[in-house]
Nanobody, 126 residues
Framework: DVQLQASGGGLVQTGGSLRLSCAAS????????IGWFRQAPGKEREAVSC????????YYSESVKGRFTASTDNVQNMVFLQMKSLKLDDTAVYYC???????????????????YGKGTLVTVSS
């Protein structure tokens, strides 16, 4: 079974940093991609980032580009999202997700992915 678990959320002040982690299992890690999504209260889910686990190539939404960095540890089957210069608008529950389709990579990730793990809450305060 595909399992994804995000962790590392918390309370941080504006301008601060957090690093989220995603533990993934149940699929061949190197052949796939993991996306990060977030959902703020009263808002629709938003695609934030995606990383191809094979070559490490990354994609970011315009709202986080330059502030968030996705990375991967292919030995531990972990993906990370380093978030810097956090803003109030970054407050949301963050999820990691995957579509198990070898070679698909991050194509179309902005439209959603097949499996979502439990999220982790990030709260940015002023």
């Amino acid at each position: 079974d595909v399992q994804l678990q995000a962790s590392g959320g918390g309370l941080v002040q504006t301008g601060g940093s957090l690093r989220l982690s995603c533990a993934a299992s149940g699929f061949r890690f190197d052949d796939n991609a993991i996306g990060w999504f977030r959902q703020a209260p009263g808002k629709e889910r938003e695609a934030v980032s995606c990383i191809n686990l094979g070559d490490g190539s990354t994609y970011y939404s315009e709202s986080v580009k330059g502030r968030f960095t996705a990375s991967t540890d292919n030995v531990q089957n972990m993906v990370f999202l380093q978030m810097k210069s956090l803003k109030l608008d970054d407050t949301a529950v963050y999820y990691c997700a995957a579509t198990v389709a070898p070679k698909l990579g991050c194509a179309g990730y902005i439209y959603g992915m097949e499996y979502y793990g439990k999220g982790t809450l990030v709260t940015v305060s002023s």
